[in-house]
């Protein structure tokens, strides 16, 4: 995706009204085109395998199959697809074990109004992923934004190497991010 381009979207949830509330939300960035919907997992690994699309915006509890099982398999057909994973009641630790399985937005339902847009177009965090950030990991953060390396970063702020690793770790935890791109692209300070 280029910062102009069209983000096609496929939007999964077994419940219809979700489905349509989340199409009509994404109806009002001119960015966004849903290019399917599905009502269940397998649906939604036909819909990535024939339209290939940049984000799968797909439901925690779907009827059949749990939709991080779907979004862990449409991923293996489309590595480079972007999954929001949308929950309302998951565990605290939920989103670490989602992450780690290729999620790269867990977004509470409740939220989906203010932070769905900017999770598809990328042009802020979603709402669960602002948090409060400390001083050192936000110097960290702003370092990496600005194109420092880690021993740059080290240097500058009297780190140890392990120290800066440790704080970048952090940050892609808490932000939601899996990289130094993804930060810089989310970063909002």
Do not use: C
């Amino acid at each position: 995706m280029t910062p102009n381009s069209v983000v096609r979207v496929v939007v999964v949830d077994d419940d219809p009204l979700a489905r349509r509330a989340v199409t009509d939300l994404l109806a009002f960035s001119e960015r966004v085109h849903v290019v399917a919907e599905a009502h269940n997992a397998a649906t939604a690994v036909d819909a990535v395998r024939l339209h290939r699309p940049d984000v799968l915006i797909i439901d925690l509890t779907l009827r059949g199959q749990h939709g991080l099982r779907a979004a862990v398999d449409a991923r293996q057909l489309h590595p480079e697809l972007l999954v929001i994973l949308l929950t309302s009641d998951a565990p605290a630790d939920f989103a670490d074990r989602a992450r780690a399985l290729g999620v790269a937005v867990v977004l509470d339902k409740a939220d989906v109004v203010d932070g769905l847009l900017p999770a598809v177009t990328g042009a802020a965090p979603p709402a669960r992923t602002r948090l409060v950030l400390s001083e050192r990991e936000q110097a960290v953060a702003e370092l990496i934004v600005a194109g420092l390396s880690n021993a740059d970063i080290s240097a500058r702020l009297g780190l140890s190497l392990n120290s800066v690793k440790t704080y970048t770790s952090r940050l892609y935890r808490k932000i939601g991010v899996s990289n130094r791109v993804q930060l810089t692209r989310l970063w909002r300070p």
